[in-house]
């Protein structure tokens, strides 16, 4: 069902689009434009940044390759503690609040997820508001970018869940079972994917802060509920971050919405000796 859903929502795109886009990006008034001017504006800026984002690596050197074998290599590593972290997560089940729990599985889910962001983008739409439209894109596009490679992913692999007993590196590639759809994380994707967009446009670092700690809500629930493995969660994040941050940046450079500000933070995938993690650069 998953699965299907993330699919509907990339044909919509990509339906839509054919109708109404232009075949590059292009420029208009952002204040004197009709609302379905902006409206289709914004669904070309969405096709244009999943476009690219898809074609990425097309356009990849040696120091993005190095950056994916760094991200395969570190997640291969994770996966050593995987057992220790499950452990450790269920220890926590009874003492994790309930509503956070309940808030985790809720705003993961793609219904609820595709809903929140569509009151977003329609609120900067109607207000006409350039920095909430921008966001809205880039989440919409992240999204649609990082759910299709998370379902192809989750399908390729056949992880075991936790739940099932069978261990951290049980696989049944293709299989339709549940219990084999663990990696990656989809709530992870979703709930990241949506907060980093959110974050990196915003300067208050206090701000920032509690966005990503709402965004981290999903993957700890997730964690807690027996449903994904560490590296579940580690590499879906990662997969995140790189996603917003590539369209984020191809955006920005064609000046999308007329509003451009650089982030403040760089996130880089880190991987060498004795340490493995993301990095931001302020």
């Given at each position: 069902?998953l699965k299907n ?125 350039e920095k909430v ?44 079972e549940g219990g ?103």
């Amino acid at each position: 069902m998953l699965k299907n859903k993330y699919v509907i929502v990339f044909v919509t795109v990509f339906t839509i689009q054919a109708g109404i886009s232009q075949n590059k990006l292009y420029t208009i008034d952002q204040d004197s434009s009709s609302t379905w001017s902006l409206l289709k504006y914004d669904v070309n800026t969405t096709w244009h940044g999943v476009k690219h984002a898809f074609t990425s690596p097309i356009r990849w050197k040696g120091k993005d390759y190095a950056k994916l074998g760094g991200l395969i290599i570190g997640t291969a590593t994770l996966s050593l503690a995987d057992e220790s972290i499950n452990e450790f997560a269920l220890r926590q089940k009874t003492d994790y609040p309930s509503i956070a729990r309940d808030f985790g599985w809720y705003f993961g889910s793609p219904q609820n997820y595709f809903m929140a962001n569509a009151g977003l983008y329609g609120f900067g739409l109607l207000t006409k508001n350039e920095k909430v439209r921008y966001t809205s894109v880039l989440i919409i596009s992240s999204s649609v970018t990082s759910g299709f490679i998370q379902s192809l992913a989750k399908n390729a692999f056949g992880r075991a869940r936790p739940g099932t007993d069978l261990g951290p590196y049980d696989f049944k590639p293709f299989s339709k079972e549940g219990g084999q759809h663990s990696f990656p994380s989809g709530h992870t994707v979703l709930s990241i994917t949506m907060a980093h967009a959110i974050a990196k446009q915003v300067k208050n670092p206090w701000l920032k802060s509690g966005i990503y700690a709402i965004g981290s809500i999903p993957p700890i629930s997730r964690l807690i509920d027996n449903a994904h493995w560490f590296t579940d969660i580690a590499f879906s994040t990662a997969l995140s971050i790189i996603v917003v941050d590539s369209i984020d940046a191809f955006l920005k450079k064609n000046n999308a919405h007329g509003w451009h500000k650089d982030s403040r933070i760089s996130w880089n995938f880190t991987f060498s000796g004795n340490k493995i993690g993301l990095i931001g650069s302020f």
